[in-house]
């Protein structure tokens, strides 16, 4: 008997379109974000608005946002931050605040998040 065990994804599997192949894990790296344009709407406003004693600064939607990002990527709160002010760059909307990391560790305890 033999002691070499058997692959069974080699045995069964026989790539045939190599080109095809290696488009697909070449892709695999893209990553596709949608964000709502209620959302971009929001953050838009953020830009020329004044913040009053006692007012929150960023609405629960672009912290919500945010957070999901943050937690689909396994980020950790400054990681997440970085992370959406590279998408806004990507955008071309660098212009948009970003919350900073302790205001999502705060808000956090409070909003939905999905989880």
């Not at 960023?58 to 590279?86: A, E, M, W």
């Amino acid at each position: 008997m033999s002691t070499r065990s058997i692959n069974p994804v080699n045995s069964k599997y026989k790539i045939r379109n190599w080109k095809a192949c290696n488009s697909n894990l070449c892709q695999r790296g893209s990553m596709t974000v949608f964000l709502s344009p209620d959302v971009l709407e929001t953050w838009n406003l953020l830009v020329n608005r004044k913040k009053e004693a006692g007012e929150v600064m960023y609405p629960d939607s672009s912290v919500q946002c945010c957070l999901l990002l943050k937690i689909n990527h396994g980020l950790r709160y400054r990681q997440g931050t970085g992370f959406i002010r590279s998408l806004f760059t990507l955008l071309g909307k660098e212009y948009l605040p970003v919350p900073d990391y302790t205001t999502l560790c705060r808000r956090e305890k409070h909003l939905p998040t999905g989880i």
